[in-house]
């Protein structure tokens, strides 16, 4: 499925025209490109089908560039605009402040096409003496440059995802392959990963292998051989199919998805008792072999209960597992409600409707519409006449749907308060409060925030975006004994770039604080996230009690009067 690589190419363009100060052209790229990457069929369909120009801000113009893209793998368009600005602007906008602008005012000045050179020119104080730049700018370019770096290396999660998915769709339904299993970071369901590693079981190795390396979508094969291969797909993304014996796969299964230090601490406790572990099976002998086939096996032989692939990261799970004191993890089917999301009242792209409609259809019992207030730079808002009208057709669709529709906002902490009056928030069900910028002191503002409106949820506390922008610098400690004494929940936001509050922190506050997992949908699509957050839920050990949205809804009500 090429949806993220098309949606790439026409945010490229975008990137392009922007910095030739092109108008609206950029924005209408960009529709497209989101409205591509969110599709829930592969765009080579809706090409085949001939119904590319039915897709919303996919006109005549552009669905021919992704038509030519699709049969050529070429786009002689986007070639031509990078010949006059020959920069990596992927690479150079991940740099948190610099848009596609700000590159070309920097390429005109240093000729800087990329991270090394943007870093060297910094690190001279070239960037510094650019006009319009200055010393903290340069100061910020230093700062962030390092996470850019690590970003071209790994893929966020939110984004593999749909790749493996239609990877193991393939993998599954063919006859040469039994059984397919995800393993590594994304079974761990790490916030990003390097690649994708697959463990499978074959009766005929030797095809599946050609199977594997002859698929539609493979730009290159990394390496093949009978057990082992590595190929390179479209999306950039590396996988790497490792094929076992049954009699073994339940070992491997267990070794391949680590972590590194979790397999450690295994592997020195068959130690402690007498036996050996390995990819193969773990065993009191050379000959004997107490198990392997299935993973359940393994740990119940080491007198373990089973760890959960998220939990292990050596953060206590083992000693956990060996008192029976592993918790019962939230699945994303106890989730009941979704408690942030945008609509067309703001900067969502669908209605009310359509987002109550696609959350009930999803098996959701209610939803929370928090619209940005007008005030928010980042985001067309909603003002307070509008909040009043957006009630009313709440009421409305709440007679009409099956689903609970709550009225809520996300009100933005800024140096004085909140951007909302407080008896305004007074009409509503549930409040979020975020910080969308930095602000000077923003610990103190945010538990001021918490004693002096009536706020129900922090919201992407952190506001981190991964692989480009490092979170808040807070004092969490203070925070939390605010947000606990308030009764304020934590969110945890399964948008991807977001995955905030990072799993760390939701495992060493999860006794302090409750949480919710949203999923900050800006389109019906966007509601398909909610597992992402889930999953960061279970890596932070939470169970169903420590999650509030698991609730039904008097439960929920109840919680927050």
Excluded at 71 to 93: C, F, H, N, R, S
Aim: glycine share 6%; net charge negative; aromatic share 6%.
């Amino acid at each position: 499925m090429k949806n993220k690589e098309v949606a790439d190419i026409l945010d490229e363009i975008a990137d392009y025209l922007e910095m030739q100060d092109v108008k609206w052209k950029p924005q209408a790229y960009r529709k497209a490109a989101r409205n591509v990457e969110n599709l829930s069929e592969s765009v080579e369909e809706l090409y085949e089908e001939e119904q590319l120009q039915d897709l919303d801000g996919v006109g005549e113009n552009i669905a021919e560039k992704i038509i030519e893209y699709l049969e050529t793998g070429k786009l002689e368009y986007l070639q031509e605009l990078k010949q006059d600005i020959p920069v990596d602007i992927e690479a150079l906008t991940a740099v948190e402040g610099l848009g596609p602008r700000k590159v070309k005012e920097i390429y005109e000045a240093r000729k800087v096409t990329d991270l090394d050179e943007l870093e060297e020119a910094a690190e001279s104080g070239e960037i510094a003496d650019i006009e319009g730049f200055g010393e903290k700018t340069e100061e910020n370019i230093l700062k962030h440059i390092e996470i850019a770096r690590r970003g071209q290396d790994r893929m966020l999660l939110g984004k593999a995802y749909p790749i493996a998915e239609e990877l193991r769709s393939g993998l599954e339904k063919s006859d040469n392959f039994d059984r397919v299993k995800f393993v590594g970071s994304f079974r761990r369901k790490r916030p990003t990963v390097g690649d994708i590693d697959v463990l499978a079981t074959s009766n005929n190795p030797g095809e599946a292998m050609e199977e594997f390396a002859g698929r539609e979508d493979v730009i290159e094969v990394l390496g093949s051989g009978q057990t082992k291969s590595s190929i390179l797909i479209s999306g950039d993304l590396q996988v790497d199919l490792r094929i076992v014996s049954e009699t073994s796969f339940g070992a491997a299964l267990q070794y391949f998805t680590g972590s590194k230090d979790h397999n450690v601490g295994l592997r020195t406790l068959a130690v402690e008792k007498g036996l050996k572990l390995n990819e193969y099976g773990l065993f009191d002998s050379e000959e004997n072999k107490l198990a392997g086939e299935t993973e359940n096996s393994v740990y119940s032989n080491l007198q373990l209960d089973f760890i959960e692939p998220e939990l292990r990261e050596r953060t206590g799970e083992i000693e956990a597992a060996a008192k029976g004191k592993i918790p019962d993890l939230v699945e994303k089917e106890d989730i009941k409600g979704d408690l942030q999301m945008h609509t067309d009242y703001s900067d969502g792209k669908a209605s009310m409707r359509e987002m109550a409609e696609k959350a009930e259809s999803s098996g959701l019992e209610y939803i929370l519409i928090t619209d940005h207030v007008k005030a928010l730079d980042i985001a067309d808002g909603i003002d307070e006449k509008a909040l009043i009208k957006q009630a009313e057709r709440i009421d409305e669709l709440n007679e009409e749907l099956e689903i609970e529709i709550l009225k809520g906002i996300e009100a933005n902490i800024t140096g004085e308060g909140l951007d909302i009056s407080r008896d305004k928030l007074k009409e509503l069900d549930i409040v979020l409060a975020s910080l969308h910028g930095r602000i000077n002191s923003p610990t103190e503002k945010i538990i001021k925030v918490f004693r002096d409106y009536p706020v129900d949820i922090f919201a992407h506390p952190l506001n981190r975006k991964i692989n480009s922008r490092k979170g808040l610098d807070i004092d969490l400690d203070k925070i939390i004994k605010v947000a606990a004494e308030e009764k304020v929940a934590l969110e945890i936001n399964s948008q991807p770039e977001r995955l905030d509050l990072p799993w760390r922190e939701i495992k060493e506050y999860r006794e302090d604080v409750k949480f919710v997992v949203s999923t900050d949908a800006h389109s019906a699509f966007e509601l398909s996230y909610m597992h992402l957050g889930v999953a960061q839920a279970r890596r932070g050990w939470c169970s169903k009690e420590e999650v509030l949205n698991t609730r039904p809804l008097e439960g929920l009500r109840s919680y927050f009067e």
